[in-house]
T-cell receptor
Framework: QKEVEQNSGPLSVPEGAIASLNCTYSDRVSQSFFWYRQYSGKSPELIMSIYSNGDKEDGRFTAQLNKASQYVSLLIRDSQPSDSATYLCAVNSGGSNYKLTFGKGTLLTVNP | DAGITQSPRHKVTETGTPVTLRCHQTENHRYMYWYRQDPGHGLRLIHYSYGVKDTDKGEVSDGYSVSRSKTEDFLLTLESATSSQTSVYFC?????????????FGQGTRLTVV
């Protein structure tokens, strides 16, 4: 069973700080990596995708991928209370580009 | 927002009864998925489809069946509901573009089996 591991948290940061969310995966052939945000009682929302080693920036969000270490992270700069949510890491699995395995998520709380 | 509609949004049913959840998409995406989400377990794949009449099992498929007779509809059936199937069910869709695939989720169905 291919696994995706995340710290469950909660991760608590003050408003304006950088939040760092981490994810490791076990399937070495994985090629696609995603971060989803899920507010309580809502469905997961795709916020970042990354496919090659290095950093990818989109506004206040930066995704980082290191395939050699099987590690992917999400940085949120200038954290806002509206960023408080559970963040899910997802990785394509089983050699399939379209089947995703999810981590259990990290709960982030941004304190005003 | 991706055009994904799940129905019903909430359902309470009795143990032993059959239940069907529907996922309808207007995006013409090839791939459709059913996940369940439970505290402590995260999102787990139940079944998925890679085309009309083409389906396969996920990691937690026991007690569930699916059907896809049209591109836009993917049905999840609990043949005989059990209390362990109380969960939030999410449908997702995706399409493969140049080797990359991004999945988008429906609003979810909260199912309670009493």
């Amino acid at each position: 069973q291919k696994e995706v591991e995340q710290n469950s948290g909660p991760l608590s940061v003050p408003e304006g700080a950088i939040a760092s969310l981490n994810c490791t995966y076990s399937d070495r052939v994985s090629q696609s990596f995603f971060w989803y945000r899920q507010y309580s009682g809502k469905s997961p929302e795709l916020i970042m995708s990354i496919y090659s080693n290095g950093d990818k920036e989109d506004g206040r969000f930066t995704a980082q991928l290191n395939k050699a270490s099987q590690y992917v992270s999400l940085l949120i700069r200038d954290s806002q209370p509206s960023d408080s949510a559970t963040y899910l890491c997802a990785v394509n699995s089983g050699g399939s580009n379209y089947k995703l395995t999810f981590g259990k998520g990290t709960l982030l709380t941004v304190n005003p | 927002d991706a055009g994904i509609t799940q129905s019903p949004r909430h359902k309470v049913t009795e143990t032993g009864t059959p239940v069907t959840l529907r996922c309808h998409q207007t995006e013409n995406h090839r791939y459709m998925y059913w996940y369940r989400q439970d505290p402590g377990h995260g999102l787990r794949l139940i079944h998925y489809s890679y085309g009309v009449k083409d389906t396969d099992k996920g990691e937690v498929s026991d007690g569930y069946s699916v059907s896809r007779s049209k591109t836009e509809d993917f049905l999840l059936t609990l043949e005989s509901a059990t209390s362990s199937q109380t969960s939030v069910y999410f449908c997702a869709i995706s399409e493969s573009w140049g080797g990359t695939t991004e999945a988008f989720f429906g609003q979810g169905t909260r199912l309670t089996v009493v």
